[in-house]
Antibody, heavy 121, light 106 residues
Framework: EVQLVESGGGLVQPGRSLRLSCAAS????????MHWVRQAPGKGLEWVSG????????GYADSVKGRFTISRDNAKNSLYLQMNSLRAEDTALYYC??????????????WGQGTLVTVSS | VIWMTQSPSLLSASTGDRVTISCRMS??????LAWYQQKPGKAPELLIY???TLQSGVPSRFSGSGSGTDFTLTISCLQSEDFATYYC????????FGQGTKLEIK
């Protein structure tokens, strides 16, 4: 059974940093691209970033480019999102999601339950 | 940037109805489109990918159609568990989502 478990969320002041993690199990992690998708309270889904199976292809939404960095450790079956210079508008539930293939230009076939990030002073 | 217009934003229907949700792109994306269902407090779930292919385990009352710029999600014979919010997502370029359609009970 595919499982994606996010962690690392919390309350953080504007301008500070936070690192999210996603622990994956139930599939061969290094065969698949992975993504972060966020959802602000009461709002829709926003794709944040994606990374291919070997980290060779990475993409970011314009809203986070230059502030967020996605990475993965295939030996640890883990996905990460380093979030710097956080803003109030980054407040959201952050989901980890899996691609059905090695590339990032795909649908998302499995999702975690999310970790909440709140940016406020 | 590919602009997506999903409509309607709110749809009221009754159990047993047939409903359609539209997703229109600002440029052609071939069939690189997926549909998701999200229930309150839950993560989204993939329903359809490649515009018309049903994800494993998804009931056959869900169907998708379209290619290029215009896509449709159809739910025939609505069941009580189908009242939720639906999103389209393109993956022709870096992924992006439509604004969502909340399907509520009339």
């Amino acid at each position: 059974e595919v499982q994606l478990v996010e962690s690392g969320g919390g309350l953080v002041q504007p301008g500070r940093s936070l690192r999210l993690s996603c622990a994956a199990s139930g599939f061969t992690f290094d065969d698949y691209a992975m993504h972060w998708v966020r959802q602000a309270p009461g709002k829709g889904l926003e794709w944040v970033s994606g990374i291919s199976w070997n980290s060779g292809s990475i993409g970011y939404a314009d809203s986070v480019k230059g502030r967020f960095t996605i990475s993965r450790d295939n030996a640890k079956n883990s996905l990460y999102l380093q979030m710097n210079s956080l803003r109030a508008e980054d407040t959201a539930l952050y989901y980890c999601a899996k691609s059905p293939s090695y590339d990032i230009l795909t649908d998302l076939d499995y999702w975690g339950q999310g970790t909440l990030v709140t940016v406020s002073s | 940037v590919i602009w997506m217009t999903q409509s309607p934003s709110l749809l009221s229907a009754s159990t047993g109805d047939r409903v359609t949700i539209s997703c229109r792109m600002s440029q052609g994306i071939s069939s690189y489109l997926a549909w998701y269902q999200q229930k309150p407090g839950k993560a989204p779930e993939l329903l359809i990918y490649a515009a018309s292919t049903l994800q494993s385990g998804v009931p056959s009352r869900f169907s998708g159609s379209g290619s290029g710029t215009d896509f449709t999600l159809t739910i025939s014979c609505l069941q009580s568990e189908d009242f939720a919010t639906y999103y389209c997502q393109q993956y022709y370029s870096f992924p992006s989502f439509g604004q969502g359609t909340k399907l509520e009970i009339k």
